[in-house]
């Protein structure tokens, strides 16, 4: 089960570690910044292939991704 409000937050804490702007993170993982600023925000979760991209930008897994 998806803890989204745990993705929501590593997404952001992965990017800021990376110190990396939104637009710079979005480049990377090949989204619309507004589909990224999403991700953040909580509006939308990423799809499994996305999370993986995502895991894979920040060195974890989906698993530490998901935990609080």
Do not use: H, Q, W
């Amino acid at each position: 089960m998806l803890n989204e409000n745990a993705i929501m937050v590593n997404i952001k804490r992965g990017r800021e570690s990376l110190g990396l702007e939104p637009s710079e993170m979005a480049d990377r993982l090949g989204v619309e910044l507004r589909v990224y600023k999403m991700y953040e925000s909580g509006v939308k979760t990423p799809g499994n292939k996305m999370l993986f991209r995502i895991a894979d930008a920040f060195g974890k897994t989906v698993d530490e991704l998901n935990r609080d």
